[in-house]
């Protein structure tokens, strides 16, 4: 009697677990379909994006981006076409982004893309080379840096249009025959100039956690020049790259060039990866950085206009007067003042346009909140663009 109770009490527990397994196995089941699903949903809330946005960038009019409202009242007839720079270490993946976005704005295939690179013992850029030239905007392919100190002045010759299209860009260091780029003097109008900026960072660059340091002159002169750099790191590596690493990498970069994170871009360097196919990711974070950067380019040619002196009397509101007005609302001490003036210093605040655009990056350095609050709010209710 006792015997077959136990025979089926342990029927009864095989049952049960027979049934838990089951009950498990569906519920894994659904989560994965749900995953799936989701990730369906999101590729093509993706791939809409990308339907929407390279056209918009194929079809690139200057003004665009910041919307035309922006340059209403600014004389613009002279700006048809908006030129960015993409520099960054010796074989980052400059030319290879480059001719990824060939790729996928021009449609070319891998091999009709033309920017110089590294690949088959090649040397990789040494002219600075124009693309997407079809358009509105171009990428002006720059030669990698190795000691990032000394490169400046030549980044700077290449900013202010001093080193043209098609001319080499030529080093002290060089054995070759050819003058040396000029400098920075020979300035070029605003529409010759370089309007916007993309450094592109290798993901497996040992050197990574040095570009802080090492990079600090660029940052300021950027800063000071009112350019809004975007970052692009760039991996090799097939698969998925862990999320934290990617954000450590990211925050890195973004810190190293001065971009805050929101105008920093990770994706794979397809040419020189197994994994040919452009992802739909990669092709987003592309386009995000295109984008950024044209943003940023436009900014960059307000705040030139904006300092005309043609212009000037559209600011008369001082930034000093800005401040004043402002601390006589909130009855802000001495020491706040002077830690808003310390802060516009650092980071080479002079006038209320650039302060509008870039107090985002810098209100950290604001040390009260509340200070840091209002001087926002004030900020807002300016009609400083
Ligand atoms: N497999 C493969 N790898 C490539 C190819 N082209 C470039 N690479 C690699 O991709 C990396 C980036 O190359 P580039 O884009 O030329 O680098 P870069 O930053 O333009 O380099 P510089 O112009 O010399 O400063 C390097 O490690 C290259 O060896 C290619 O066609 N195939
Ligand atoms: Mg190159």
């Known amino acids: 009697m006792g015997g077959e109770q136990s025979r089926e009490e342990t029927r009864y527990v ?32 993706l791939e809409a994006y990308l339907e929407k946005q390279i056209p918009k960038l194929q079809n690139y009019e200057f003004g665009n981006s910041l ?50 690179t590294q690949s088959t013992g090649k040397e990789g850029t040494i002219h600075l080379e124009s693309h997407l030239n079809n358009y509105n905007f171009r990428l ?26 098609d001319e080499l860009i030529k080093r002290d260091t ?9 400098t920075a003097s020979q300035v070029s109008s ?3 100039r370089v309007h916007g900026l993309i450094c592109v960072l290798d993901y497996d660059d040992p050197r990574f ?28 590596s097939h698969g998925d790259i862990p999320d934290e690493e990617a954000k450590e990498r990211t925050a890195e970069a973004a810190s190293a060039i001065g971009s805050p994170i929101d105008r920093t871009f990770i994706l794979r360097n397809h040419i020189a990866s197994s994994e040919k196919e452009v992802t739909v990711p990669s092709k987003v974070a592309l386009i995000q950085a295109l984008e950024t950067a044209l943003i940023g380019a436009e900014m960059y040619v307000k705040i030139k206009k904006l300092a005309d002196t043609k212009n000037r009397k559209k600011t008369d509101m001082t930034l000093d007067k800005f401040l004043k007005e402002a601390r006589a609302r909130h009855g802000w001490k001495d020491d706040d003042v002077t830690n808003i003036k310390e802060t516009f210093n650092k980071n080479d605040i002079y006038d209320l346009a650039s302060l509008k655009l870039f107090w985002p990056d810098i209100k950290d350095d604001v040390k009260k909140w509340g200070v840091r609050l209002f001087l926002g709010k004030e900020l807002e209710r300016t009609d400083v663009h």
């Open 209 to 236: 956690n040095m570009y802080n340091d090492r990079m600090k002159e660029y940052r300021k002169q950027f800063k000071k020049e009112g350019y809004s750099p975007v970052s692009v790191v760039v991996y090799k």
């Open 14 to 45: 095989s049952d049960d677990k027979k049934l838990q397994d089951a009950i498990d196995k569906e519920r894994e089941r659904l989560k994965e379909e749900k995953y799936r699903r989701e990730k369906e949903r999101q590729t093509k809330k």
């Open 67 to 116: 919307g035309k409202d922006a340059f209403s009242s600014i004389p613009c007839s002279d700006m048809k076409v908006i030129k960015i720079v993409v520099f960054g270490p010796t074989g980052a993946g400059k030319s290879c982004f480059i001719n990824m976005v060939q790729h996928v704005v021009e449609g070319r295939s891998f091999e009709q893309c033309n920017a110089q």
């Open 140 to 165: 002006l392919d720059t030669r990698g840096f190795f000691e990032e100190r000394t490169y400046m002045s030549e980044l700077d010759s290449i900013l202010s249009g001093g080193i043209k299209v």
């Open 174 to 182: 060089d054995n070759m025959q050819g003058r040396v780029s000029p």
């Open 190 to 192: 605003l529409a010759d």
